[in-house]
């Protein structure tokens, strides 16, 4: 079947996850074999979010693919992701549509609610008199900037070729009657949209280390039901934004990525750091997301760890450290349980 990514792109995902794909014949084989008895060397790799649509190289066929594949940003591209890894298009476009899009605005809000110079914030303007009654019918599209001095300057018409005529014509008449105000109404960012497009970005972040004994087990599971809003997450997504909490130029001390949550001790589980950024400003925030531990009780636990979080005022005495020891980059296949092992093991 042709292709449109490149041999090597596709030969590199072989290379880091078929060996741990290869762990689990029982998920994988009856999707790409019709006789599971008489199997011949091959080379595989599932689309992490479905783990239904797959991408097969053997002597006999060559290369096949069950769907089309593309290169997906882990953040989204649009917040400063750079990290790529191959998903079927099909999950790629569900989650653009359904909630990845709103991870933009959601920084261009904060942004802008942080004052940072050139924030642009979009609103509907309706224009009353001072009494409250409409001086012209219908509302508005309008921009806020916030300028160089920090104060915000309200555009009635971001297109200024565009031809309004009651607004043009009340425009004109306002330079002389001030009697008027105009209410701006700002539409919220979807919290619950931001809130899976961090968790499917963290998701990735833990695929991407640990291969398919994280896709398949109970917490990749269940991140997927949360996805497709059929569960809820044990825990806010973001937990917390790490520039709330520290200076800004402290950020750069942070480690990116999977980590270890190591302290506070009993809030020990995994976390993954995010930085994104406003392009438009360039503001920059870290978006943490706690991933539960592999036991029985890790969903669980994550309740309890939030409570602890939200109940301390300040995130102090926080430590963290990269997840580098069992990866699938290492050609270690349990990688999930393995860490785990060792965060429990090294603060006992
Ligand atoms: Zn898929």
Redesign the pocket.
């Known amino acids: 079947m042709d292709t449109c990514i490149p041999k090597e792109i596709i030969g590199s995902h072989f290379n880091q996850y078929y060996p741990s794909l290869s762990k689990f014949p029982q998920n994988y084989l009856q999707l790409f074999f019709r006789d599971v008895n008489i199997i011949e060397r091959h080379l595989a790799y599932l ?7 797959g991408i097969i190289c053997a002597p006999s066929f060559g290369l096949g693919m069950s ?1 089309e594949f593309s290169l997906d940003h882990f953040p989204p591209e649009s917040v400063g992701g750079f990290l790529k890894i191959l ?6 476009n569900d989650a653009g549509g359904l909630f990845e899009n709103s991870l933009k605005k959601k920084m261009e809000s904060i942004s802008f609610d942080n004052g940072i110079i050139s924030s642009q914030q979009m609103a509907k303007a309706e224009i009353l008199d001072q009494s409250g009654k409409k001086i012209i019918p219908g509302r508005y599209t309008t921009k806020i900037t916030i300028g160089d001095d920090g104060t915000t300057e309200i555009s009635l018409k971001p297109k200024s070729n565009d031809k309004i005529e009651l607004l043009d014509k009340w425009i004109e008449q306002s330079k002389t009657d001030l009697n008027y105000k105009i209410e701006l109404t700002v539409p919220i960012v979807d919290e619950i949209k931001v809130s899976k497009a961090f968790l499917k970005a963290a998701y990735l972040f833990c695929f991407h280390s640990w291969g398919y004994e994280f896709a398949y087990s109970p917490t990749g599971e269940n991140i997927r039901k949360v996805l497709k809003g059929e569960i809820e997450y044990p825990c806010k997504t973001p937990t917390f934004w790490l520039r709330d909490s520290i200076e800004a130029e402290n950020m750069k001390f942070t480690p990116l990525g999977l980590c270890y949550l190591q302290k506070p001790l009993d809030c020990r589980c995994f976390i993954v750091n995010m930085m994104l950024e406003e392009k438009g400003t360039g503001y920059k925030n870290i978006a943490s997301v706690l991933v539960p531990n592999p036991t029985l009780t890790g969903w669980e636990d994550l309740k309890k760890i939030q409570e602890i979080i939200d109940s301390r005022i300040e995130l102090m005495g926080i430590s963290m450290a990269h997840v580098i020891d069992f990866t699938v980059q290492d050609r270690v296949f349990d990688g999930y349980s393995k860490s785990w092992e060792k965060l429990i093991n090294d603060n006992s």
């Open positions: 689309c992490p979010m479905c783990l239904r649509e769907s998903v079927c298009k099909k999950c790629n």
